[in-house]
């Protein structure tokens, strides 16, 4: 297991991050255990959606459609008009999943590759908390997908195994009438083990929001992320390389965009396993032919 560790530490400290830094934010250490609930809440959330695969289960979620292998399933939230989006397919590497969540970090502390795959994204801030390395050190939600098909003999719940990071984003939307957006966003990553891994985001409550004097821009409208990101597992029953994907995306707009809209852009959010994979396939194929 110490040779994990080393190899975790390693990766982590490769990883540079080019995205522009807010310095000097202090944030009461009440709200921080409030964050590690909130972080909590959400991951099993998002495991609870992963584990709604079939589509014999009587679980509200109804197909959507299906486009390059990636099944699209939808679900309707009580009192909300936004849909909620599932995606479900297999992402080819030769990665395992923790290795996985590593190359997710990076590309998303990378300022060129995020506005590369959001072509709608105007500006992203990381806000820099040092309090965040107490939330790093809690023990989070140790559940899994199927603990049948999962080799948990590799789980290793050392603190370097998780990363928290606090965004301000700016985003662009296609119309001229509607005003831009701007997200207070905390995103985990979370290496569990080697053939399991999460990545996930979700908005910083608005009453926190407003008290916490976090950056804002006026002209833009505050927009929340409720839920967004990926479950990625190895399945030790499948020999072939490749990892099994969820990607899960439910958002609130704010202000007033007629659903219709929403739910269309957002229903197309899943096909990010088709995209990831083919980066990943083309980035390990020039990297072989480099060799």
Known sequence: MSSNNNSNNNNNASINCTLPMINNVSIPNEIINQWNELLNVKLNELIDDSNNTSEQDNND??????????KIY???????????YKGVGKIKTKKNA????????????????????SKELMECHLININQLDNLQN???YNNTIDTNTIDN???????????ILVEWLKVETPSVFISNREFHVLTMFYKKSKDEGFMFGTSIPNNQDNSLKLPTDNNLVRAFVKLSGWYVYKDKKEEEEGLNAVFICHSDTGG?????????????????IKTVS??????????NTSK
């Open 61 to 70: 979620w109804k197909f959507y459609s299906e486009k390059d292998n990636v």
């Open 74 to 84: 939808s679900k309707t939230i009580p009192n909300d008009y936004n849909t909620k």
């Open 98 to 117: 923790s290795e996985f969540i590593d190359w997710l970090l990076q590309n998303h502390l990378n300022l060129k590759k995020r506005k590369e795959n």
């Open 138 to 140: 809690n023990t989070f």
């Open 153 to 163: 003999n590799t789980v290793d719940n050392n603190n370097v195994n998780k990363k």
């Open 256 to 272: 007033y965009i007629p659903a219709w809209i929403v739910n269309t852009a957002m229903a197309s959010q899943p096909m990010a």
């Open 278 to 287: 083919d980066e990943l396939e083309r980035e390990e194929s020039l990297y």
